[in-house]
């Protein structure tokens, strides 16, 4: 029932700056939780930031102090705010909500040059 639909994604060099949007068809005030997985080629998807229902927020150390996760629920939108992107950012950036079942996007992807 719930659609989840990324952009943002881009081609940036290293240092720069990227921010993702995820826009839900339906509101996201209820949802369980909601957040932003990456995966590089070759490689499992990683879960890179979270919001929970509860108010803990999650952030895989390697991007703490880089990434932001926000939300504006009036727009059923969460967003992922990157700064001091490294090529080790590259890969493609997935949307992720839980409302009782899990939802996911299609994918942005994101491309940092060194």
């Known amino acids: 029932q719930v659609q989840l639909v990324e952009s943002g994604g881009g081609l940036v060099q290293a240092g720069g700056s990227l921010r993702l949007s995820c826009a839900a068809s339906r509101n996201i005030f209820n949802f369980n939780s909601m957040g932003w997985y990456h995966q590089a080629p070759g490689k499992q998807r990683d879960l890179v930031a979270r919001f929970t229902s509860g108010g803990i927020t999650y952030y895989l150390d390697s991007v703490k102090g880089r990434f932001t996760i926000s939300s504006d629920s009036a727009k059923n939108t969460v967003y992922l705010q990157m700064n001091s992107l490294k090529p080790e950012d590259t890969g493609v950036y997935y949307c992720?909500?839980?409302?009782?079942?899990?939802?996911w996007g299609k994918g942005t992807q994101v491309t940092v040059s060194s």
């Open positions: 992720h909500a839980n409302q009782g079942y899990d939802y």
